[in-house]
């Protein structure tokens, strides 16, 4: 067993384990918190299962540093970095919506190399991996072969992701597109590495929110760059305070599409 085996072993465990714990907590009442943030709300769940995963992997591989979004940066001698997320949608979590989800990353030096998107309620659980085509539950998944828009199902969090001069483009992609719809945070992205959506536009991302994306969307045959189409491949350090733009799509063709849109829409 090589070593990328036994990250993919730990990770797996760290998110059985935050799963159980989420689970207890979906659809019960839950302390919550304000926080100063694009989501503006926190969980007791959210502390405890990134706590539970930081226990695990703090005892199995001490040396590799951690970040996580309710916890910050813990130091490391390796040169790997786990990113975690441990309810990406926490606005749905608290609203009942089962459209959150674990995400925990595995970066070395800075290139993410491991993804997982773990729905717990669902039962639906992404891995991607460098070098390995991304599975769903174990098995081999992929992203959809279209490419006219007319026949593609787009995707974003909320509306005002296309405030400040990306409305045109809101408006553009939804006439031109099949179907719009709106919610899903990183669930949508492992539902487009299955086949099921076909474009994703979202904008004020964290580290946190898009370290384990990367390898799920791309070894799944789709792309995923920012809004000029710069393809992103690594994420920056922690002392960086970074958003990303996204945009996913389920393949090279109908993502230079939907680049060339936003390039003849954008007033910003």
């Not at 030096?109 to 309620?121: H, K, T």
Request: glycine share 8%; charged share 20%.
């Amino acid at each position: 067993m090589d070593d990328l085996d036994h990250f993919i072993e730990i990770a797996e465990q760290a998110a059985d384990v935050a799963g159980k714990l989420i689970r207890s907590y979906y659809l019960q009442p839950v302390s919550a918190e304000r926080k100063l943030a694009a989501s503006p709300i926190v969980t007791e769940a959210d502390l405890k299962a990134e706590q539970l995963i930081r226990q695990i992997l703090q005892e199995e591989l001490p040396t590799h540093a951690i970040y996580g979004e309710e916890e910050g940066y813990s130091p490391g001698s390796d040169p790997y970095e786990w990113i975690l997320d441990p309810i990406d949608g926490t606005i749905a979590f608290s609203c009942g919506k089962p459209v959150f989800a674990t995400l925990i990353a595995l970066c070395k030096e800075g290139a993410p190399v491991l993804g997982l998107i773990d729905q717990p309620v669902t039962g639906q659980r992404w891995l991607g991996v460098t070098g390995r085509p991304s599975t769903l539950n174990g098995k081999t998944c992929s992203t959809s072969k279209t490419t006219d828009l007319s026949d593609c199902r787009f995707s974003t969090t909320a509306p005002g992701m296309f405030d400040n001069g990306l409305e045109p483009v809101l408006a553009e992609l939804t006439r031109q597109s099949w179907v719009t719809s709106y919610g899903g945070d990183a669930y949508a992205y492992g539902l487009l590495a299955s086949g099921h959506i076909d474009i994703i536009i979202e904008r004020g991302l964290a580290r946190h929110d898009i370290a384990a994306l990367l390898p799920v969307v791309t070894q799944a045959g789709g792309v995923l760059s920012d809004l000029h189409g710069n393809t992103i491949s690594t994420i920056c350090p922690h002392t960086e305070e970074t958003f990303y733009e996204a945009v996913a799509c389920n393949n090279r063709e109908l993502h230079d599409k939907v680049i060339d849109i936003i390039r003849q829409h954008r007033t910003d």
